[in-house]
Structure formats: structure tokens, C-alpha cells
């Protein structure tokens, strides 16, 4: 018998990283080394996503409720790796409803139900944030003590200290702001180059920081981050609650 084909979920495939990490998927997936899903929140999947990285199964999940995982199970099986991309990543909407981004970006139904398959065989590979920080100081180090100042990075502290006493086997990304172009299917909520382009094409007048320093990442280097760690765990090289800062901000 051949050996096992891999499988690899993308949990919120349908935002703004998930949709890029599934074109880098499919790409690097030439070979047809491993089969591929992801989660969305949609009524209907965006075709136009499907079309650009099939073949790919789509999977309508509730991430509070966890509604729609027992259907990955029966038709996808355990996934081998799984990242998880989803989030209420929007700060002034999490500090507007903060039971909505504690309920959201806390991945209790995911981490229960990878648990459920009693052999913690998948990696999670979760996002994370350079707002766990509260920054007071410089060149932020995975072992720093976390300190969040708005209600976004306190889930996301959550949604860590959630994983790392829940789930053994998992790599958690700290990343910092995410630019890049728009996605095959069009995201809604505002991506900061395209706003810059549009504020100033426009003639407008407009404030930016200026007590703030950070250090955003491109978001197809941050796909590449990504793809390494998958393609390691599928040679055989499989991290084990490993916390990585993929770019930090200073005050």
C-alpha cells in the first residue's frame, strides 16, 4: 500500500490571509501531494475561490458553535495539519463586542474538536498577534510576557493560553500588520494599502500615527512562512508547541 495522502484544512479560507494561503497551497500542491479544504462562514462559497485552487473542498462551519466539523470528518477525515486563519481581527470592532471577538477568536470548538480524535495527530498552526503585547518596549521575544491594551489582543492572548493548555500538538504565529493585493474573492473589510491608495488618489486630507512604530508583513511572505512549516510536517519534521514571532512593533 502507497503511503497516506496528507490533509489539509484552512480555517477561515474565505478572509483575507486563508484565501492567499489557499492560492499558495494550490501552487505548491503541483505534485498533488496532499488533498485540500477550507472552512467559510457563507451561505455559498465563493466560486470564483474554488475554480482558482480546486481541487478543494468547502465546508460551511460555525466556529462558535462548531456546527459543520462532524461534515469535514465524514467526507474530508482528520486532517493532518490544519490552520487556522480565522478571526474578528477588525480592533475597534472586537471593542465594540467583546463577547463577539472573545467568542470568535478563541477556537474552543476547533482545539474540542481536533481533540476528539484521541490521537492529537493534526498540527494546529494558529495566527496570532503582535497586539498580545502592550508595547513598552523594544524587539518583543516569543518569551515576553504578554500584556494586551485592547480587547482584540486580550482574545488573542485567550485564544493562546486556550491552545497551550488544550492541545499539545500545535505552532502558534505571532504576526503583526498584513498587507498585500486584494483577494480572488474581495474581502470587506478595508486592507491598508488599497486605503492608503484610495484616501490619497482621492485629494483627502488624513491623520496617520505618529507615536507608533511597526513592522507589517507582506502577506504572500507571510503564506511562505506558512508553507514551510506545512511542507516540514509533511516530509516528517513536525513541530511541537512551538510559538513564533513573525514580526514585531515597538513604541
Same mark, same amino acid.
Not at 451561505?43 to 460555525?62: G, K, N, T, W, Y
Not at 503582535?130 to 482584540?152: C, H, I, L, R, W
Given at each position: !500500500?502507497?503511503?497516506?495522502?496528507?490533509?489539509?484544512?484552512?480555517?477561515?479560507?474565505?478572509?483575507?490571509?486563508?484565501? /492567499?494561503?489557499l492560492?499558495? =497551497?494550490?501552487?505548491?500542491?503541483?505534485?498533488?501531494?496532499?488533498?485540500? $479544504?477550507?472552512?467559510?462562514?457563507?451561505? #455559498?462559497?465563493?466560486?470564483?475561490?474554488?475554480?482558482?485552487?480546486?481541487?478543494?473542498?468547502?465546508?460551511?462551519?460555525? =466556529?462558535?458553535?462548531?456546527?459543520?466539523?462532524? $461534515?469535514?470528518? $465524514?467526507?474530508?477525515g482528520q486532517? /493532518?495539519?490544519?490552520v487556522?486563519?480565522?478571526?474578528?481581527? *477588525?480592533?475597534r470592532?472586537?471593542?465594540?463586542?467583546?463577547?463577539?471577538? !472573545?467568542?470568535?477568536?478563541?477556537?474552543?470548538?476547533?482545539?474540542?474538536w481536533?481533540?476528539?480524535? %484521541?490521537? %492529537?495527530g493534526?498540527?494546529?498552526?494558529?495566527?496570532?498577534?503582535?497586539?498580545?503585547?502592550?508595547?513598552?518596549?523594544?524587539?518583543?521575544?516569543?518569551?515576553?510576557?504578554?500584556?494586551? *491594551? %485592547? !480587547?482584540?489582543? $486580550?482574545?488573542?492572548?485567550?485564544?493562546?493560553?486556550?491552545?497551550?493548555?488544550?492541545?499539545? %500538538?500545535?505552532?502558534?504565529?505571532?504576526?503583526?500588520?498584513?498587507?498585500?493585493?486584494?483577494? #480572488?474573492?474581495?474581502?470587506?473589510?478595508?486592507?491598508?494599502?488599497?486605503?492608503?491608495?484610495?484616501?490619497?488618489?482621492?485629494?483627502? &486630507?488624513?491623520?496617520?500615527?505618529?507615536?507608533?512604530?511597526?513592522?507589517?508583513?507582506?502577506?504572500?511572505?507571510m *503564506?511562505?512562512?506558512?508553507?514551510?512549516?506545512i511542507?516540514?510536517?509533511?516530509?516528517? #519534521?513536525? =513541530?511541537?508547541? &512551538?510559538?513564533?514571532?513573525?514580526?514585531v512593533?515597538?513604541?
Amino acid at each position: !500500500m502507497g503511503e497516506e495522502r496528507k490533509r489539509v484544512l484552512v480555517v477561515g479560507g474565505t478572509g483575507y490571509l486563508g484565501q /492567499h494561503l489557499l492560492e499558495g =497551497l494550490a501552487r505548491a500542491n503541483g505534485g498533488s501531494r496532499y488533498d485540500l $479544504a477550507f472552512t467559510h462562514h457563507r451561505p #455559498i462559497p465563493p466560486q470564483e475561490l474554488i475554480d482558482a485552487v480546486s481541487p478543494v473542498l468547502p465546508f460551511r462551519v460555525d =466556529l462558535i458553535t462548531g456546527d459543520g466539523f462532524d $461534515a469535514i470528518s $465524514a467526507k474530508f477525515g482528520q486532517p /493532518h495539519i490544519v490552520v487556522n486563519c480565522a478571526a474578528l481581527s *477588525v480592533p475597534r470592532a472586537c471593542e465594540t463586542d467583546p463577547v463577539a471577538a !472573545m467568542a470568535t477568536n478563541l477556537p474552543s470548538s476547533l482545539v474540542n474538536w481536533l481533540s476528539s480524535f %484521541n490521537n %492529537n495527530g493534526t498540527l494546529l498552526i494558529h495566527l496570532s498577534t503582535d497586539q498580545v503585547y502592550d508595547g513598552t518596549k523594544s524587539f518583543y521575544k516569543e518569551e515576553d510576557a504578554t500584556n494586551p *491594551v %485592547n !480587547m482584540y489582543g $486580550a482574545s488573542k492572548v485567550a485564544a493562546e493560553q486556550f491552545i497551550m493548555a488544550k492541545y499539545p %500538538n500545535y505552532a502558534i504565529l505571532r504576526s503583526s500588520i498584513i498587507y498585500g493585493p486584494q483577494t #480572488i474573492s474581495p474581502v470587506a473589510k478595508s486592507l491598508p494599502v488599497q486605503w492608503i491608495d484610495r484616501v490619497l488618489s482621492a485629494g483627502q &486630507e488624513v491623520e496617520f500615527f505618529h507615536d507608533e512604530f511597526r513592522c507589517p508583513v507582506y502577506v504572500k511572505d507571510m *503564506v511562505n512562512v506558512i508553507l514551510t512549516l506545512i511542507k516540514k510536517c509533511i516530509s516528517g #519534521i513536525c =513541530l511541537d508547541q &512551538e510559538i513564533l514571532s513573525i514580526c514585531v512593533y515597538l513604541y
